[in-house]
């Protein structure tokens, strides 16, 4: 038994949620903008003892002079094959652990992982907005006429910027990086890939961040969009700015991004997840137009998938 539209219907659903006259012109805006930010970054030794690969915090000044942090497993130069992958890691927690990241060295893969601004990581979040701050990320700069204050939009330009500081490094070859991430982590990695199009793969589990309006018409108050219902509940509560909310949050919907992505794409869906809803994820997957594979978990929700991380190393190994 599923927990949404069956699953014919969910093929063919294309999402609710209002895409910005201006969608566009918004984030090739944030683009431009972000040609003018330096690629320099700093790089902190870590000793783990590792024989197989070398550890660093890379760090940078994203959008907003915040300081973002980055784990950086390098292979051995012997082995490094100048491929990397980027991953992202789920909401309000970090970049997890160095040991998760050594099968990929031990491969020759250069592995960076994002902490994202003001979660669980190192990285700082200095985004100046009015409005509420209680409830989570998705309603940060909600309130403000200005949707450049949106905290997610930071937060999709800092994984640009590390991507584009990964693309000048020696022995990295920029065709060659990858996106992964799961939930939050793998919204962050289709947004990656949307807005760098020479990211060449990108494996997504559950991913966050889609179709507002359709999380909020489900049981939003135990999913991962709670704080929509917490917003209208104390902003708007007869809902008199529903289409300006929800046109407002369509700035940051993975599934307006999702045709512009060329990388090759597998994605994970569970499909009893109440935290990131099926459909919410399907408006994401209809809307790719590049090569792609959907891999579905029947009896499985947001949790983890048996055998997915072995499948996405063989993903990006090209096997």
Not at 116 to 126: A, F, I, P, V
Not at 157 to 170: F, N, P, T
Not at 278 to 289: E, G, I, R
């Amino acid at each position: 038994m599923h927990i949404d539209l069956p699953i014919e219907a969910l093929k063919q659903y294309k999402g609710k949620n209002p895409k910005p006259a201006d969608f566009d012109m918004f984030w090739e805006d944030a683009l431009a903008a972000l040609d003018a930010v330096s690629l320099s970054y700093q790089l902190e030794a870590v000793d783990l003892g590792l024989r197989q690969a070398e550890a660093y915090y890379l760090s940078f000044t994203g959008v907003g002079g915040a300081k973002i942090y980055v784990k950086w497993v390098k292979p051995l130069k012997e082995t490094a094959t100048g491929q990397a992958v980027v991953m992202f890691h789920g909401y309000s927690v970090d970049s997890g652990d160095w040991i998760d990241k050594l099968a990929y060295a031990a491969e020759g893969i250069h592995v960076f992982a994002l902490d994202c601004r003001g979660q669980g990581g190192r990285s700082e979040d200095l985004t100046a907005t009015t409005g509420p701050t209680l409830r989570g990320h998705i309603i940060r700069g909600l309130h403000e006429e200005d949707p450049h204050k949106l905290y997610y939009r930071s937060v999709f330009l800092d994984a640009v910027q590390l991507i584009r500081i990964i693309g000048q490094m020696e022995g990295i070859d920029e065709q060659q990086i990858g996106t992964y991430g799961q939930s939050q982590g793998g919204a962050l990695a289709l947004a990656a890939a949307a807005l760098v199009p020479e990211i060449n793969q990108t494996f997504c589990v559950y991913p966050f961040l889609s179709d507002y309006q359709r999380a909020w018409e489900m049981d939003v108050s135990n999913s991962a969009y709670e704080e929509i219902a917490y917003y209208f509940r104390n902003f708007d509560p007869m809902h008199k700015r529903e289409r300006e909310i929800f046109t407002r949050l369509g700035y940051i919907d993975l599934q307006h991004l999702a045709p512009r992505i060329k990388a090759e794409v597998i994605m994970l869906t569970g499909m009893r997840d109440v935290i990131c809803p099926p459909s919410t994820q399907y408006a994401v997957y209809n809307k790719l137009t590049t090569r792609k594979t959907h891999h579905l978990y029947h009896e499985y929700g947001h949790e983890f998938l048996p055998h997915h991380a072995d499948d996405a190393l063989m993903f990006f190994k090209g096997r």
